[in-house]
């Protein structure tokens, strides 16, 4: 599941809308409404984002967030080293191939080294 799945089957279950009710509101099928809250499907796209907070009739904040969650949704990321050192690509790697092994606090530990990083580089 992708950030952007669990708040928009989060807002599906306070709104009480089911999938097929908000698939067919919104133009697409259930299938692809399934499998973009499972994180099977990309990304999706800026109207898409669009028709479903004008569905919920979400605030400017609320959209603004799912907006945000779908940026960070990207089930299948690319990483490109190139030209950084060899320490980097192999830990790129590494990361690839274990990533589904690693537990939540691990994730947690990692996310907040990273915010670190980008806050004082």
Same mark, same amino acid.
């Given at each position: 599941?992708?950030?952007?799945?669990?708040?928009?089957?989060?807002?599906?279950?306070?709104?009480?809308?089911?999938?097929?009710?908000?698939?067919?509101?919104?133009?697409?099928?259930?299938?692809?409404?399934?499998?973009?809250?499972?994180?099977?499907?990309?990304?999706?796209?800026?109207?898409?984002?669009?028709?479903?907070? &004008?569905?919920?009739?979400?605030?400017? %904040?609320?959209? @603004? !967030?799912?907006?945000? =969650?779908?940026?960070? +949704? *990207?089930?299948?990321?690319?990483?490109?080293?190139?030209?950084?050192?060899?320490?980097?690509?192999?830990?790129?790697?590494?990361?690839?191939? &274990?990533?589904?092994?690693?537990?939540? %606090?691990?994730? @947690? !530990?990692?996310?907040? =080294?990273?915010?670190? +990083? *980008?806050?004082?580089?």
């Amino acid at each position: 599941m992708t950030p952007f799945g669990q708040a928009l089957r989060e807002l599906r279950r306070r709104k009480g809308v089911t999938q097929r009710k908000l698939a067919e509101a919104i133009g697409v099928t259930p299938a692809y409404l399934s499998a973009l809250e499972h994180g099977r499907r990309g990304r999706p796209t800026f109207e898409l984002l669009q028709r479903i907070a &004008g569905y919920f009739n979400v605030i400017w %904040d609320e959209a @603004e !967030e799912l907006f945000r =969650l779908a940026d960070a +949704s *990207r089930p299948k990321v690319v990483l490109d080293t190139s030209g950084l050192p060899a320490a980097y690509t192999a830990f790129a790697n590494r990361l690839a191939q &274990g990533i589904r092994t690693l537990p939540p %606090d691990v994730i @947690e !530990e990692m996310d907040t =080294l990273l915010k670190k +990083s *980008r806050l004082s580089g």
